[in-house]
């Protein structure tokens, strides 16, 4: 079975600088996809960003971007000039796209502080 | 508001009642799922519903929980003889066609069994 392995339970950085949080994964399959979600206190959760494991090329949302390293099976996220907006549970979620299972498996989460 | 909604945000119960939560996905969305969240863990997968068809369940969803989703539309998620155990937060979500789609998700509702 998969699992996903966040080390960092909790991180924090100034406003404006930048800030790297670690997930790595362990699974048999090649065919998959990694998400990184956040969840703001007392708010839903929502999609930062999203890796197919066949892309060599690391994916980038704005200030968003992920290191993907599928033989280390790393998948870390680094959010560039943070912002206090920022601030929130980050969860690494992993997907196996083969058919079947559906369900995301996800890591324990990253408590992300952002200082003014 | 054309997000996933669930009712309600917060239920307390005692301690063998039973409890019903409802999930309104997305309209488009032919997948629904739903997951588990205890207190400084992440969400952990329960089943999920193609259309009105549930297609894989959870170990961890033992024989007290029961989902339903009708007419492949809203899903009911119904947890008989509550325990203390089952407090936590039960989040849906929504999804279209293909696997590379994201998961919408919900506010969730937390469950407080006493």
């Known amino acids: 079975a998969q699992t996903v392995t966040q080390s960092q339970p909790e991180m924090s950085v100034q406003e404006a600088e930048t800030v790297t949080l670690s997930c790595t994964y362990d699974?048999?399959?090649?065919?998959?996809?990694l998400f990184w979600y956040k969840q703001p206190p007392s708010r839903q959760m929502i999609l930062v960003i999203r890796?197919?494991?066949?892309?060599?090329q690391n994916a980038t949302e704005n200030r968003f971007s992920v290191n993907f390293q599928k033989a280390a099976k790393s998948f870390s996220l680094k959010i560039s000039d943070s912002q206090l907006g920022d601030a929130a549970m980050y969860f690494c979620?992993?997907?196996?796209?083969?058919?079947?299972?559906?369900?995301?498996?996800f890591g324990k989460g990253t408590h992300l502080i952002i200082q003014p | 508001d054309t997000g996933v909604s669930q009712d309600p945000r917060h239920k307390i119960t005692k301690r063998g009642q039973n409890v019903t939560f409802r999930c309104d996905p997305i309209?488009?969305?032919?997948?629904l799922y739903w997951y588990r969240q205890t207190l400084g863990q992440g969400p952990e997968f329960l089943t999920y519903?193609?259309?009105?068809?549930?297609?894989?369940k959870s170990r961890l969803l033992s024989d007290r929980f029961s989902a339903e989703r009708p007419k492949g539309s809203f899903s009911t998620l119904e947890i008989q003889r509550t325990e203390q155990g089952d407090s936590a937060m039960y989040l849906c979500?929504?999804?279209?066609?293909?696997?590379?789609?994201?998961?919408?998700f919900g506010p969730g509702t937390r469950l407080t069994v006493l």
């Open positions: 979500a929504s999804k279209g066609q293909g696997w590379a789609n994201e998961q919408f």
């Open positions: 699974t048999s399959e090649s065919d998959y996809y």
């Open positions: 890796q197919e494991a066949y892309k060599q």
């Open positions: 979620a992993y997907l196996y796209s083969g058919g079947g299972a559906d369900g995301l498996t």
């Open positions: 309209s488009e969305h032919n997948r």
């Open positions: 519903f193609q259309n009105e068809a549930q297609l894989e």
